[in-house]
């Protein structure tokens, strides 16, 4: 079964700044999806950046960044230039191609606080 | 384009009883599935359900069910709830024929049993 984690319970930055949330993952798979979802106080859960593992080039999107290792299986999220707005609980997800469209394994989340 | 509505928002059910929640997709996705979160376990993955059949299903027991009407809609009941049943329960929708197609969350229903 794999399974995802992520090691950093709550993180903090400066608006403005730069902040990387880190997630490991464990698969005996060579093809599946790796997601980052945010999800603020209203409890919606949004999409933030997905990368296909077949793909080497990490996925980009706006002030949203991945740093992708498939090998170390790790993929980071960086988010750039913070705003008030990116304040949230941030989970990373993986979903197998093999087991079914639309299972997805979750990590424990990030809580992340924007300081003014 | 109406997004994923959830229903109701907000529940409080004594133990032992029974609960359903309702899912509606965004229209045109056939699939929908099912999450709990709660603060100890986080996010688990209850069942999938597309074009009317269970296509993926958790770790959980028999008490949870799911059914999907031939419009997509979706509905999970919980039977003989316990308090550990607390939690919010998250639907998300997606096309489904393929496994790229992205996924789309509500707001979620949130369960208290007391």
């Known amino acids: 079964a794999q399974t995802v984690t992520q090691s950093q319970p709550e993180m903090s930055v400066q608006e403005a700044e730069t902040v990387t949330l880190s997630c490991t993952y464990d698969?005996?798979?060579?093809?599946?999806?790796l997601f980052w979802y945010k999800q603020p106080p209203s409890r919606q859960m949004i999409l933030v950046i997905r990368q296909e593992a077949y793909k080497q080039q990490n996925a980009t999107e706006n002030r949203f960044s991945v740093n992708f290792q498939k090998a170390a299986k790790s993929f980071s999220l960086k988010i750039s230039d913070s705003q008030l707005g990116d304040a949230a609980m941030y989970f990373c997800a993986y979903r197998s191609l093999l087991q079914g469209a639309q299972k997805l394994v979750f990590g424990q989340g990030t809580r992340l606080t924007i300081n003014p | 384009k109406a997004g994923v509505t959830q229903t109701p928002r907000y529940l409080i059910k004594t133990r032992g009883q029974q609960v359903t929640l309702s899912c509606s997709p965004i229209?045109?996705?056939?699939?929908v599935s099912w999450y709990q979160q709660t603060p100890g376990q986080g996010l688990q993955f209850l069942f999938e359900y597309f074009s009317e059949t269970q296509r993926n299903k958790g770790n959980f027991p028999g008490r949870f069910s799911g059914r999907q009407f031939s419009n997509s809609r979706s509905e999970m009941n919980v039977s003989t709830l316990e308090l550990g049943d607390s939690a919010l329960y998250l639907c998300a929708s997606s096309l489904g024929g393929t496994p790229d197609t992205e996924a789309f969350f509500g707001q979620g229903t949130r369960l208290t049993v007391v």
């Open positions: 229209s045109g996705h056939r699939s």
């Open positions: 698969t005996s798979e060579s093809d599946y999806y």
